[in-house]
């Protein structure tokens, strides 16, 4: 019995696993293997390659293409168009479906409109990559990256709130009052 939605125009391939309370709307691809666990939200016209790993509670935005090689966490956020590559250095004329590399998306992250993401790079949890942002290295926990290359413009908590730190290198979510340390380059959240 099928515990998730698909619109009528979604495709299906057989061998995709999809979870319970997952769902998949107008004109999106899932290919085989393809790997979604329960309540992921995947909107139109998304294509999401073999292999390719989502955890639970991912939001998948509308044109977004996702190719074999990435893995998404728990709480990913994917915005509209964006995009993930999966090769190098691509040409046509050269099959390099052997040389895909990997990129992993850590929980909670979100990736803004229109962003690319080159492959091989690992996104940070709870980072947040600005729209249209093109990220070409790995990027820490809790950054805030735009522009084209992507770079560090501050950091961002938990909850999505800009981080403002003290002298002491001490910062207060505005939203959930959690609090982060600044340390060396990397933010943590005091438990």
């Given at each position: ?112 409109a229109n962003a690319t993401i080159v492959c091989g790079h690992d996104i940070g949890r709870y980072a947040f990559i600005g729209a249209g942002a093109v990220v ?46 600044l340390e060396n380059n990397k933010v943590v959240r005091i438990k």
């Open positions: 019995m099928k515990n998730y939605f698909a619109h009528e125009t979604a495709v299906i391939d057989e061998g995709a696993q999809i979870g319970e309370g997952t769902k998949i709307w107008h004109f999106s691809h899932l290919m085989p293997n393809c790997v979604l666990d329960q309540n992921c939200n995947i909107g139109q016209n998304v294509v999401i390659s073999p292999e390719v790993i989502l955890g639970k509670n991912v939001k998948v935005q509308n044109n977004v293409s996702i190719y074999t090689g990435v893995i998404c966490e728990d709480d990913v956020f994917l915005g509209p168009s964006c995009v993930f590559t999966n090769v190098t250095n691509p040409r046509s004329s050269v099959n390099r479906r052997g040389e895909y590399n990997k990129t992993l998306v850590k929980k909670g992250a979100s990736i803004g070409t290295k790995d990027i820490p926990d809790y950054a805030l990256v735009v522009g084209n290359p992507a770079k560090l413009l501050g950091w961002m908590s938990e909850y999505g709130h800009r981080l403002e730190f003290d002298a002491e290198g001490r910062a207060n979510c505005p939203e959930s009052n959690q609090v982060y340390k």
